[in-house]
């Protein structure tokens, strides 16, 4: 049972153009959804957040939107880099009984930014 | 400060053999995370680890345990080996701050069991 999923497996754009990525999630108790940037032989990187309290943030060229009624989150990437090519991870967490925050992670979506 | 650090960073394994894979978390860190990358899978999360007590286990068999030290360093072992357990292992230590918690990954272990 996926809960956080992210259906595009793979997304090509060209430099300059915005990058979308996206991601749609199931369990309610999400309040707090992270965005992660993978290369190649390294790990996951942290890149962006946002608090189900807010619709937006924004980080230089990059802005998480939330959809709570859709259960949706998109990243956008403006203007898109040849070195934003990269896998791209969602998650989620929920405030646990123990009061510990677990991530459930999506499967990626692999962005690549044509020259 | 250092970042998140694992070793080894290859390891190749033949079917029945253990493993174990060792992970040094950002210092100040108490909170280290397990996670198994396969292909088309994303980042299952094994189990995490704080003050060297196990506080959440993810849905794997018992075949994949972890530990973790006083100084915050944490090891996981695979015994018994399948060859679906090839993967990328993914350690990440965070910390909390305004009630929010931060994940930082490390390079990872990528073990192929032949």
């Known amino acids: 049972d996926q809960q956080v999923k992210q259906n595009s497996p793979s ?3 060209q430099e300059g153009r915005i990058s979308i990525l996206n991601c749609d999630y199931t369990n309610s108790m999400f309040d707090y959804f ?18 189900s309290i807010k619709d937006k943030n924004e980080d230089g060229r990059f802005t998480v939107f939330l959809n709570k009624s859709a259960k949706h989150l998109s990243l956008h990437i403006v203007p898109s880099q040849p070195g934003d090519s990269a896998v791209y991870f969602c998650a989620a967490s929920a405030n646990m009984n123990t009061g510990r925050r677990a991530l459930t992670f999506g499967s990626g979506t692999r962005l690549q930014v044509q020259p | 400060k250092a970042g998140v650090t694992q070793t080894p960073r290859y ?4 079917r029945g053999q253990q493993v174990t894979l060792s992970c040094s978390p950002i210092s100040g860190h108490r909170s280290v995370s397990w996670y198994q990358q396969t292909p088309g899978q994303g ?14 286990k993810g849905n794997f068999p018992g ?52």
């Open chain 1, 34 to 51: 992270l965005w992660y940037k993978k290369y190649p032989a390294e790990g996951p990187t942290f890149l962006i957040s946002i608090s």
């Open chain 2, 43 to 56: 980042l299952q999360f094994l189990f995490e680890y704080f003050s060297e007590t196990q506080r959440n």
């Open chain 2, 11 to 14: 390891l190749i394994k033949t």
């Open chain 1, 11 to 13: 997304l090509s754009v």
């Open chain 2, 63 to 114: 075949r994949f345990s972890g530990r973790q030290f006083s100084n915050s360093r944490s090891e996981m072992n695979v015994s018994t080996l399948e060859l679906g357990d090839s993967a990328l292992y993914l350690c990440a230590s965070s910390h909390t701050s305004g009630g929010r918690e931060t994940q930082y990954f490390g390079p990872g272990t990528r073990l192929l069991v032949l």
